[in-house]
């Protein structure tokens, strides 16, 4: 595994040992669900699946960190988002195509990362022949919404 790799599963593990236990995460969740279940491009022939696997507080005061899995199926794609806090995402099927504003697109396959910083506008493609599927995790402060919606 290329030191890039652990460092980015690292920076997921880590974001997997924190969560929010109040009503406002179930809100935001419930606001990830219905982006995620929103037209896209070419409509797929599924929804795009997001699901929470953990939330814990940080170790860091104020901050917490969310790991969640998203399932892109074929052709689908998450449009231009950013999040108040990093995004560490690693794919773990198929091949996805991620859109930086500013810059050009960043092709991952399986075994692969990203690190995304705070407030990168970004999207997602899959880009493959099946459906991919990544493991996202987020560091960000407490309260706060994980997605803000671009433009």
Same mark, same amino acid.
């Given at each position: ?49 997001? =699901? ?5 507080? /940080? ?5 917490? #960190?969310?790991? &969640? +899995?998203?399932?892109? $199926? ?48 970004? =999207? ?5 022949? /099946? ?5 996202? #995790?987020?560091? &960000? +402060?407490?309260?706060? $919404? ?6």
């Amino acid at each position: 595994m290329k030191a890039k790799q652990v460092f980015s599963l690292a920076l997921l593990v880590l974001g997997a040992s924190a969560a929010l236990n109040t009503a406002q995460a179930q809100q935001e969740l419930n606001f990830l669900a219905s982006v995620a279940a929103a037209p896209v491009e070419r409509a797929p022939q599924e929804d795009i699946g997001r =699901a929470e696997i953990q939330r814990h507080d /940080a170790v860091v005061p104020g901050y917490e #960190t969310l790991q &969640v +899995r998203v399932d892109l $199926p074929r052709d689908a794609s998450f449009p231009r988002h950013s999040h108040p806090g990093d995004e560490a995402a690693f794919v773990l099927t198929g091949t996805i195509e991620y859109q930086l504003d500013g810059k050009p697109p960043v092709t991952l396959h399986a075994g692969e990362g990203i690190f995304l910083p705070a407030g990168t506008v970004h =999207a997602a493609k899959n880009v493959g022949n /099946a459906k991919a599927s990544e493991l996202a #995790t987020y560091l &960000v +402060r407490k309260g706060q $919404p994980v997605v803000h919606l671009a433009d």
